[in-house]
């Protein structure tokens, strides 16, 4: 037995030792494309690491299948040496995608759920284990092919993160609706900023409005702090429309993608969070990360937003531009401590991990929890393994 093996064999033991009867056994899915968590920008991929890290803390034996250069408390399965989206060797990631659903599906018996979050890859391969696997939505689910694949493969439990995102598909199998969550701790709260600035944080995107953001600040007289991803297929965007608009004054910042110190600075520090948005937003990170701040947002009328937001209380929400310039003055008034005490009452990741919980012990009740094959026995891996492993030890 290797070291690797011994270590967690012990690790194991610790946990049936000290364990509730109750804790499970739950694999977490997460997409390869970041590390989890994220070094800078990705949404999904910092979910998954709060949601993994609270399920940890609440006892469970969780396994995290994701990138090499994640960082976890929970068993790291590295699919891949690193983030494929920093790999410049890789030029398709379906088929890393492919070789790690081949691998899962070998050691699925060890698990009392799999938790997926790489939207439908899994779908075909795990359909006669699908009362097992809990399946999250991250993204929009409005597009026009969508419906078709939820018909082609009922049943297939499901988690929207707002009840706005399930609207289109109505008759998908959802289990329940799960806000995010961070760790309480994560961001702390500023209740005297002294920046002087509104803030925009997100992707350099048409539907996430940075135009309205920057027109906004200037028709109000306040500096604009930007901290964004520019994705590839944003550049032409950023480069051709954005950018001039900055360019043109020294009223805007453009700082580029940040980390979580440096969020909790921007955010904390500004007299408001801008989310003029312009799409069926699924959920909208970046507004409880500005509650935890105690920050108030300033979000247009779209998506999850009513859902996510008190109107009066955490922000305001508005339907235009001229109504989000009169709104501006109630929301820079707004009670920031009483904006901090919501979202440690309605968005912490302890929350969200336990609400996941009652969903994974949903499906033991309905089906009965499986036999589970000990993962103590050395097995032998799949070719895709071995293909990954490679893979790994290379870099």
Request: glycine residues 6%; hydrophobic residues 45%.
């Amino acid at each position: 037995m290797t070291k690797t093996a011994i270590r967690i064999f012990l690790r194991r033991l610790r946990l049936r030792l000290n364990a509730p009867e109750d804790d499970m056994r739950i694999a977490q899915v997460a997409p390869l494309m970041e590390s989890v968590p994220p070094k800078y920008y990705g949404g999904t991929e910092r979910v998954v690491h709060f949601l993994t890290e609270a399920l940890v803390d609440l006892g469970h034996d969780v396994t995290l299948f994701a990138s090499g250069d994640s960082v976890t408390r929970a068993d790291l399965v590295p699919v891949v040496r690193k983030a494929l989206r920093l790999d410049p060797a890789v030029a398709d990631p379906v088929p890393y995608y492919l070789l790690m659903l081949d691998w899962l599906n070998s050691r699925a018996d060890e698990f009392d759920v799999l938790h997926f979050h790489i939207d439908a890859f899994h779908f075909p391969l795990f359909n006669g284990r699908r009362h097992r696997t809990v399946t999250t939505l991250h993204g929009r689910q409005d597009l026009p092919d969508i419906g078709a694949l939820y018909r082609g493969f009922p049943g297939m439990p499901l988690v929207s993160i707002s009840n706005h995102q399930r609207t289109p598909v109505p008759d998908a199998s959802f289990a329940a609706t799960i806000p995010h969550g961070l760790p309480k701790d994560l961001l702390a709260p500023t209740f005297d900023p002294r920046g002087g600035y509104l803030a925009f944080l997100g992707r350099m995107s048409p539907e996430k409005g940075p135009l309205i953001a920057i027109r906004l600040a200037r028709a109000l007289g306040l500096q604009l702090r930007m901290a964004a991803k520019v994705d590839k297929v944003d550049e032409q965007y950023f480069r051709e429309v954005v950018h001039p608009e900055i360019a043109c004054g020294d009223d805007v910042e453009f700082i580029g993608e940040i980390n979580d110190r440096d969020k909790a600075r921007l955010l904390g520090e500004a007299q408001a969070l801008l989310f003029p948005i312009a799409w069926p937003e699924p959920f909208g990170l970046v507004m409880i990360e500005a509650m935890a701040c105690a920050t108030p947002v300033l979000a247009f009328r779209a998506g999850s937003v009513p859902e996510v937001i008190k109107d009066h209380v955490t922000g305001r929400i508005v339907d235009d531009f001229d109504g989000a310039l009169r709104a501006i003055p109630e929301l820079l008034a707004l009670d920031r401590r009483r904006i901090r005490a919501e979202f440690e009452a309605r968005f912490t990741a302890e929350r969200m991990a336990r609400d996941y919980v009652d969903v994974y012990r949903g499906l033991a009740r309905t089906i009965g929890r499986p036999a589970l094959r000990p993962r103590l026995i050395v097995q032998r891996p799949t070719a895709a393994a071995h293909v990954l492993q490679s893979e790994v030890h290379a870099g």
